[in-house]
């Protein structure tokens, strides 16, 4: 039995990639822990930060961008409806 992937929308097929458990998590902290030191560590969380909310708020603006240009296609299409 095959667990559901992360990677499950690339394609039919077995998926060898699970999802990330708690050992692996572990694991990959650890890792970026002695890649860049203990002194670096609350920068590149800072920086990461920083990019996750840049990105969260790229895609509310996108989102928005398009909520709002259904709504005027709606409003223009309901328009004609009325007149003719």
Do not use: H, N
């Amino acid at each position: 039995m095959f667990l559901p992937s992360v990677f499950a929308s690339l394609g039919p097929g077995p998926c060898l990639i699970g999802p990330i458990g708690l050992s692996e998590l572990l694991i990959i902290l650890f890792l970026v822990l002695l890649f860049f030191g203990p002194k670096r560590l609350p920068d590149v969380a800072e920086a990461l930060g920083k990019s996750i909310r840049k990105f969260k708020e790229a895609s509310r603006d996108v989102k928005s961008d398009i909520e709002s240009s259904t709504d005027k296609k709606s409003e223009i299409t309901e328009g004609k409806d009325k007149q003719g």
